[in-house]
């Protein structure tokens, strides 16, 4: 993985030191909170509704076992022994004190991580496939690439007011695992007709209030010219983007009010002027940049792993964490093991300190020290060895991190809301801890299948809800917390947002309709069908009338 | 006119600037200083408009002068059998903690929200 140069740390650390007079001016009263909230967010740190949180960024997604070790000491040293994984590879810590916020930076340097630029309207952490040098029928490993971005857009003088903040995910393979096509701007790489890497680039997705698919503004943009072309996009948007309405001030809105063809008009026009520039990337640049994502010395494997299928064919229950948590890689005889943060009845994307101590041990010992963070909240070992996953499954198991649920009904995406967060409507967390409860049975969850729900305790939409295949959006009705539930979105490769049920329901409604929902896909669906497969055969109207009775 | 309306129970809240934590305001009649505490229970209790409009003014000018806390306003609460209760569930959720992790912090505590 990537580590800092000289110039990266001399960064950071003059980071800290400042915002650690900052800090000190601040509680002696020096300084207003007017006066210091624009750079208290500026180092990560928010006010919500019970205390300071810190946002700390993790760069697409890429940890090592020692910055995870980190994060453990902190949570239990700092904070009240536990973090959260956010939707944007991002752990946000609920209870730092802003007196001790200076040397819980400190200790982040320490292991070259920080809080710069996760608020604010700027380009924010750029986010990616957590199978990224893994993944089989990957083009090229995508952290090169969004590393490249990361140099780019840290601190770029022209683009730290921009409209709006401004997000950017980038995906080396076909299948998007990192939901690019709702992000501000969207990178996946494809092969040109003559066999060259590149990039399709999609501009103006993004969710909250506006939802949008982004549009494809270039299907094949060769890989020198990323930063000239991205830099064209910026500078555009910077131009055309609403200041006068916050909630206008997207990218996605820029897109849709000029329309897609003249906004790419005017990139085209913009590039032509810089694409040449020393925007334009030489070789030798990417290639230093590359080598510090050379894969890691794996070992010439056997196809097979024999102690693997033994023990899937008398245990069901690791048979099943196989099935669902473990992924294909693409050197033989690896695999890829997803951890689970959604275990029954808890906060998804919540862990312990001890679970981040934990994971570490495991990077070390099966994952060549090598954690990934995934934008549905789980963690992820890259590079474990097939014949081991019986080893790294017990361990798990031993520390509660087991669960079997990728991608099943209880590996919900939710966002703090209410209980933590300054601007929800409706708690979050709560209803995704009893939907994993009610679905908690495991021939039931297999039943149901492949099965995405995503719920926010607001607009702002930080869990997704747009593009859940169930969506769930807290909404205040008449002081009472209240529930929106809409279907048939998809956050990947076949992105689509979901429509509104109808009216919306109480807290303690709201998983009674899920259930409803799923016994409505499962009367319908046809052999072999997923949800979403299903819902998009047959439509709304059968889920309407099970949930509100015939009209 | 009209029936008369009562005026509704409120205190002063905010968070303390060195955590962060929910905090609200104490201070007798007339005094022109407060202290913060922690605990709901411990809050002074404005029964009317002008007595909230003296605390609120109290809070106010004790976060600009002493710079200890952020952002104090006005919460309605109500009287109940437990204690004081806030009318709407956002306040009631702040000064109870998170209705999730109730094994740790102030919600650990006795709670009903
Ligand atoms: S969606 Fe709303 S409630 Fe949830 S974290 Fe984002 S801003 Fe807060």
């Known amino acids: 993985m990537y580590h800092y140069d000289e110039y990266d740390h001399a960064l950071v650390q003059d980071r800290v030191a400042q915002f650690r007079r900052q800090v000190e001016r601040r509680l002696a009263g020096e300084l207003t909170e007017d006066q210091f909230r624009p750079l208290r967010l500026m180092n990560g740190l928010y006010l919500q509704l019970h205390a300071y949180m810190l946002r700390i960024a993790i760069p697409y997604g890429t940890l090592d076992a020692r910055q995870m070790r980190k994060l453990a000491y902190i949570a239990r040293r700092y904070d009240k022994g536990y973090g959260h994984f956010t939707t944007r590879h991002n752990m946000q810590f609920n209870w730092p004190k802003l007196e001790e916020t200076p040397d819980i930076l400190a200790e982040l340097a320490s292991v070259e991580m920080h809080a710069i630029q996760t608020s604010g309207n700027c380009i924010r952490n750029v986010t990616s496939d957590q199978y990224a040098g893994a993944a089989e029928g990957e083009i090229e490993d995508p952290r090169i690439w969004c590393e490249i971005i990361r140099q780019w857009s840290t601190l770029h003088p022209e683009f730290s007011f921009l409209p709006r903040k401004f997000k950017i995910a980038v995906t080396g393979s076909e299948a998007d695992r990192a939901a690019v096509k709702v992000h501000d701007i969207g990178l996946i790489m494809r092969r040109d007709g003559a066999g060259q890497a590149g990039f399709e680039v999609i501009v103006g997705g993004g969710l909250g209030r506006t939802p949008f698919i982004g549009k494809t503004i270039r299907p094949f943009l060769p890989k020198e010219d990323l930063l000239s072309y991205l830099e064209a996009i910026l500078r555009v948007y910077n131009q055309l983007g609403r200041r006068d309405n916050k909630f206008k001030a997207r990218i996605k809105v820029t897109v849709h009010e000029t329309g897609a063809e003249e906004f790419t008009r005017l990139v085209e026009a913009e590039w032509l002027q810089i694409k040449d520039s020393a925007l334009k990337l030489p070789k030798q640049e990417v290639d230093r940049i590359a080598r510090h994502f050379e894969p890691p010395a794996f070992r010439v494997l056997s196809k097979t792993a024999p102690a693997t299928e033994a023990r899937i064919a008398r245990d069901r229950d690791f048979a099943a964490w196989v099935r669902h948590n473990v992924a294909a890689h693409k050197v033989s005889g690896y695999a890829i093991a997803n951890i689970s943060l959604k275990p029954i009845g808890k906060p998804p994307g919540d862990a312990t300190a001890e679970q981040m101590d934990v994971v570490a041990d495991l990077a070390d010992a099966f994952s060549f020290g090598e954690i990934r963070v995934t934008h549905a909240q789980n963690l992820v070992l890259p590079h474990v060895e097939r014949d081991r996953l019986p080893e790294l499954y017990d361990r798990l198991a031993a520390a509660g991190l087991a669960a079997s649920n990728i991608g099943l009904i209880s590996d919900i995406i939710a966002c703090p809301g209410l209980d933590y967060c300054s601007l929800a409507n409706a708690r979050s967390i709560p209803i995704a801890e009893r939907i994993t409860e009610r679905f908690a049975d495991r021939d039931r969850l297999e039943l149901i299948g492949e099965m995405q729900i995503k719920s926010s305790g607001c607009i702002n939409a930080c869990g997704h809800h747009h593009v859940g295949h169930i969506g769930i959006l807290g909404v205040d009705r008449k002081g009472e917390e209240h529930y929106q539930v809409q279907i048939g979105g998809s956050a990947s490769e076949d992105a689509a947002l979901g429509r509104i049920l109808g009216r919306g329901f109480s807290a303690d409604e709201v998983v009674d309709v899920v259930e409803k929902i799923v016994d409505t896909y499962l009367a319908h669906r046809n052999a072999g069908e997923t949800f979403i497969e299903t819902y998009r055969r047959i439509g709304q109207d059968p889920f309407k009338e099970r949930v509100y009775g015939a009209a | ?113």
């Open chain 2, 1 to 113: 006119m009209g029936e008369e309306v009562e005026d509704m129970d409120q205190v002063v809240i905010a968070n303390r600037l060195s955590d962060g934590l929910v905090v609200f305001l104490a201070a007798a009649p007339g005094s022109l200083q407060g202290e913060w505490k922690l605990r709901l229970e411990q809050a002074s209790v404005a029964s009317d408009d002008a007595r909230a409009q003296e605390l609120l003014a109290l809070g106010v000018a004790a976060a600009r002068q002493e710079q200890k806390v952020i952002e104090p306003y006005l919460i309605e609460v109500e009287r109940t059998a437990e204690g004081l209760r806030p009318t709407l569930y956002r306040e009631r959720i702040r000064c109870q903690g998170p209705t999730v992790r109730t094994d740790l912090g102030k919600q650990a505590e006795a709670r009903e929200v």
